[in-house]
């Protein structure tokens, strides 16, 4: 699928975060340049944890208000505004970052609880890439099955990824959020952008 590929309209982009809180200002950082993108509209969806917990990291009010200015859309964070992705075709892709290990582990097994999870399900009816930004501190150790059956699944690509502290936490993986508009461009045209590993 390209982009504007039957129309003139915008690419209609997801962008998903759920609650790997400490990645929140990078990636936020990147939406600005999803969203600069002359090409594609943002639809921003928050999960629950994200959507209503203040953190060290900043208050959850501050991220929404910065998130719906760089969108210039409101937020869907309830099942009921999600769901509908999938009878209406709303996005012709959905990104997910951060994705925690928490999000993988549902993916990964079919767990549909939440407004992130049931974007990814609802889009996935429709046969539409869904993009993921690993950011958890056991992909290397229990989230590591997860991740591997979500990459021999259809429709899925992730964002290249990294060890982010391989002495203080060895089995953390978080991705390189810098990668996140080439793995969309990537993934819009049923391609896995490489290298994975960086």
Same mark, same amino acid.
């Given at each position: 699928?390209?982009?504007?590929?039957?129309?003139?309209?915008?690419?209609?982009? %997801?962008?998903?975060?759920?609650?790997?809180?400490?990645?929140?200002?990078?990636?936020?950082?990147?939406?600005?340049?999803?969203?600069?993108?002359?090409?594609?509209?943002?639809?921003?969806?928050?999960?629950?944890?994200? #959507?209503?917990?203040?953190?060290?990291?900043?208050?959850?009010? =501050?991220?929404?208000?910065?998130?719906?200015?760089?969108?210039?859309?409101?937020?869907?964070?309830?099942?009921?505004?999600?769901?509908?992705?999938?009878?209406?075709?709303?996005? =012709?892709?959905?990104?997910?970052?951060?994705?925690?290990?928490?999000?993988?582990?549902?993916?990964?097994?079919?767990?549909? =609880?939440?407004?992130?999870?049931?974007?990814?399900?609802?889009?996935?009816?429709?046969?539409?890439?869904?993009?993921?930004?690993?950011?958890?501190? =056991?992909?290397?150790?229990?989230? %590591?099955?997860?991740? %591997?059956?979500?990459?021999?699944?259809?429709?899925? #690509?992730?964002?290249?990824?990294?060890?982010?502290?391989?002495? %203080?936490?060895?089995?953390?993986?978080?991705?390189?959020?810098?990668?996140?508009?080439?793995?969309?461009?990537?993934?819009?045209?049923?391609?896995?952008?490489?290298?994975?590993?960086?």
């Amino acid at each position: 699928m390209s982009s504007n590929s039957c129309s003139n309209r915008p690419v209609q982009v %997801g962008f998903a975060l759920t609650g790997s809180f400490c990645t929140f200002h990078q990636v936020i950082e990147q939406m600005e340049a999803v969203a600069a993108h002359p090409d594609w509209q943002v639809i921003p969806i928050l999960s629950p944890n994200a #959507y209503e917990t203040d953190t060290r990291f900043g208050k959850a009010a =501050d991220f929404r208000e910065q998130i719906e200015r760089i969108c210039g859309h409101e937020i869907w964070h309830t099942i009921a505004q999600t769901e509908p992705i999938g009878p209406k075709k709303l996005l =012709d892709v959905l990104l997910v970052a951060p994705c925690t290990g928490n999000t993988l582990g549902k993916l990964a097994n079919g767990i549909t =609880d939440t407004s992130v999870t049931m974007a990814v399900k609802a889009h996935l009816r429709n046969a539409r890439p869904v993009v993921l930004a690993v950011s958890t501190n =056991d992909a290397l150790a229990n989230a %590591g099955k997860n991740i %591997g059956l979500l990459f021999n699944s259809k429709n899925i #690509y992730f964002v290249p990824m990294r060890q982010d502290n391989a002495t %203080g936490k060895p089995t953390s993986v978080v991705a390189d959020f810098t990668q996140i508009v080439p793995a969309v461009e990537a993934a819009l045209q049923a391609r896995q952008v490489q290298p994975l590993f960086c």
